[in-house]
């Protein structure tokens, strides 16, 4: 087996199969500002962190000093590193006076004296330029050797864009691109590994974030579930905190399912949300992630309806997390959720507005899929899930699931508000369960200062109409 190199970015290492192959020889392409460089050095960085030798050759006209400078503002960075284990060389006046042959030179030159384990070769266009297709093909063929035998990973980056069939593709090891899309107002980054020999990758484009910690890469969260199908999941019931819908729930929520509630606004949704979580206990930890209100505004909320989520939150049977709905990148969203489910040990996920994930989708078809592998790992770790989703008021006996629903979710439940009496009058409605039997019949539900019940508000029922 061919020892495996951490490339310093989790997410990257999960699309190559673990990271760079020791003795190999990699691309990364991309256009200038799509974080090559950031990557290259980050790599550099974690490598000498875990005991090797780094060496960083630029090809261009700015100094060693000039990068160095750049470089230290980043989270990664360690300055006792530099110059023993990790050094910037410039060999953009060899390559100008010797050419490729010089080159060549000092590369082998350089990896024998630093007795470096990875290398990187920025610029490698510039080396291009100044040779023929035939001599620069021989060039990289020569450069994949040395890396061989020396025992390091190369790491040449470019930004000239090359076709699948260009030649130093194929003689290299790995092909890593990264690009920086607009879609609409939005610019999106993303890196894609075309190639790596001898390994299985997690293959199409992926969103990366570039920050002061450098470049952080969130596989698309389909991409990462197994091939074999889910375990049997306990034939129990999970308590949504109100005994009356449990009954019509046929014992509760399925143990480690996935309920949707979809509604108008104000139907009720977040409240119903908060009741499930708030039965949250040191055996059976909980989870809650909203868009639109704050930890605070819900807290309040909370108590208002008799729950006490500060205590639960300090005895760290329950995490509130809030997130602004604009610009996210939902797959982070999706991986912070799974790991903040996994570090508490969550039995409950409440998930409070999945429109929002939709609508900063690139591609908002993925949804159903983004959903479905969301539960997967959810409910792998043991957990029951309920999502909310925002829709148009409609009619509760024309609301059933459609494909997209089934394939996101084991349940569904729909709120609905419509008029009764000169007021207003919410009903809840159960369209689907996972192996359950369960009550058809639309049911009226109100919220008042006891929180909410099912049944018709007491203090708007007429008692000269019959209902």
Known sequence: ???????????????????????????IQGPPGAGKTLLANQFCYAHVRAGGKALYMSLLAESSARML????????????????????????????????????????HELKRHDATAMVLDGTFVAQSVASENEFRSFIHTLQGVAGMAGA???MLTHQAREVSSPEHTMVDGWIEMNYDTFDYRA???????????????????????????????PRLESCISDMPPRAYPNTGVSTGLPDLDRLL????????????????????????????AQAMEQAPALMLSFYESPTRLRARARELGFDLDRLADQNVLRLLWLSPAELIVDE??????????????????????????????????????????????????????????????????????DELSAMVDNVMVLNISRRHHTH????????????????RVQPFYMGEQGLALGLNPKLVDPGRAD
């Open 333 to 402: 969203v999706a991986h912070g959720i799974v790991q903040h489910a996994k570090a508490i040990g969550a039995k409950r996920v409440f998930i409070d507005g999945i429109v929002v994930l939709r609508d900063n989708l690139i591609y908002r078809q993925r949804l159903p899929y983004l959903i479905n592998a969301l539960s997967l790992q959810l409910t792998e770790c043991g957990a029951t899930v309920v999502y909310t989703q925002e829709c148009a008021e409609m009619e509760v006996d024309r609301a059933m699931p459609s």
């Open 425 to 440: 009058q919410r009903y809840i409605s159960i369209i689907k369960m996972r192996d359950r039997h369960f009550d058809l």
């Open 69 to 108: 400078n750049y470089v230290s503002q980043m989270t990664f960075f360690d300055r006792e590193m530099v110059p023993s284990r990790m050094e910037y060389i410039s060999a953009y006046g060899v390559l100008e006076r010797e050419g490729l042959p010089g080159l060549l030179k000092l590369v082998q």
């Open 153 to 155: 990973v190369l790491v």
């Open 1 to 27: 087996m061919i020892e495996k190199i951490s490339t310093g970015v989790e997410g990257l290492d999960r699309l190559m199969g673990g990271g760079f192959l020791r003795g190999s020889a990699y691309i």
């Open 188 to 218: 999106v980054p993303s890196i894609q590994v075309r190639k790596h020999r001898g390994v299985q990758v997690l293959s199409g484009k992926h969103l990366l974030r570039i920050s002061a910690n450098g470049v952080e890469v969130y």
């Open 250 to 277: 046929g014992g509760g929520l399925p143990s480690e399912s996935a309920t949707l509630i979809m509604g108008p606004t104000g139907s009720g949704k977040t409240t119903l949300g908060m009741y499930f979580v």
